[in-house]
């Protein structure tokens, strides 16, 4: 069994991310997810370090770990990413994890990103992960698209294969095509809450079934807000709320079962039920938002090998 951990929202120094980091990969965890390509979301004065450079330099000074950190797809050229993403594996071969999706967030309209609707967002990460794949394939690509233009694109290195796993955020129905068409993971963009997942995951077969592609074939990754003994359920709903505004329209109702708090036993029994009730390849303990303090003390209370 695999287990990740997030440590997000720009909340570390970069000191205090890269001792997290390797202290994860010495406890076991499989996957450390940071900081994407999101440009000015913690909304303070703190160091906002950019994704992509956090993502190269974490597995530069690890040596097992993946690192992930979400590529949205209105910060790059499909070429580009197609060659940032095997240059990483050309360098440390098997450890990025290749994840990707189209964002939302208002802040990314102060750096002059287009704030398109949702569908054509969609239709761009298809559009992107298409050429993505042609060119890991060692094509020669041209593509005259309504959001990707390449003449003659090539990429060198070509991944071992011709290929890296491919993994999608995602909860809309507009989404889920996409998913079906090129990931081989789907990172469950829902809190545990069973209406919630059991709806998206039953669009997803739905997509993949007229794809002509059996459902399963995609991995489950979900992410689970956890904070072990620190904070009372009342004050884990909260810190919930404040890290998660894109939830706003969940109901406290909902939300509330889904948050993992208590003693060290109690969340691995938690964190086991909802590994076994979602399908997942990988939980993730969502500790966005933690001190370098408190990420440290959800690290040591729920070692990977404990947690069955």
Not at 51 to 78: D, E
Not at 95 to 116: C, K, M, T
Request: aromatic share 8%; charged share 25%.
């Amino acid at each position: 069994m695999k287990w990740g951990v997030a440590f997000c929202w720009h909340t570390l120094a970069w000191e205090e991310l890269v001792t997290l980091v390797a202290r994860a990969e010495a406890l076991g965890f499989d996957t450390a997810y940071v900081d994407g390509d999101i440009s000015q979301l913690s909304r303070r004065e703190a160091d906002v370090l950019d994704g992509w450079t956090v993502t190269t330099a974490l597995l530069a000074r690890t040596r097992r770990i993946q690192i992930g950190s979400i590529r949205l797809v209105q910060h790059w050229n499909a070429a580009h990413l197609a060659q940032v993403a095997a240059t990483a594996e050309r360098i440390a071969p098997g450890r990025l994890s290749f994840f990707a999706s189209i964002g939302d967030r208002p802040e990314d309209r102060a750096w002059g990103i287009p704030a398109l609707p949702a569908r054509e967002r969609a239709a761009w990460l298809d559009e992107t992960l298409d050429a993505v794949r042609a060119l890991w394939r060692g094509e020669t690509v041209t593509r005259r698209g309504a959001h990707v233009t390449l003449e003659g694109a090539r990429v060198r290195p070509i991944p071992p294969g011709g290929r890296l796993p491919i993994e999608i955020g995602a909860k809309s129905a507009l989404l889920m095509p996409v998913v079906a068409r090129h990931a081989d993971i789907w990172n469950v963009n829902w809190p545990p809450i069973p209406g919630r997942v059991e709806a998206a995951a039953g669009v997803l077969a739905a997509a993949c079934r007229r794809q002509g592609r059996p459902p399963e074939a995609i991995r489950r990754r979900l992410w689970i807000f956890t904070r072990a003994q620190r904070l009372t359920a009342a004050e884990a709903l909260a810190e919930f709320r404040r890290w998660n505004p894109w939830f706003a329209a969940l109901s406290d109702a909902e939300v509330a079962p889904a948050l993992v708090v208590g003693s060290p036993a109690e969340c691995r029994e938690r964190i086991a039920a909802f590994t076994a009730e979602f399908a997942l390849e990988m939980p993730v303990l969502d500790l966005c938002g933690l001190d370098a303090e408190g990420a440290r003390e959800v690290l040591e209370a729920l070692p990977p090998g404990r947690i069955r």
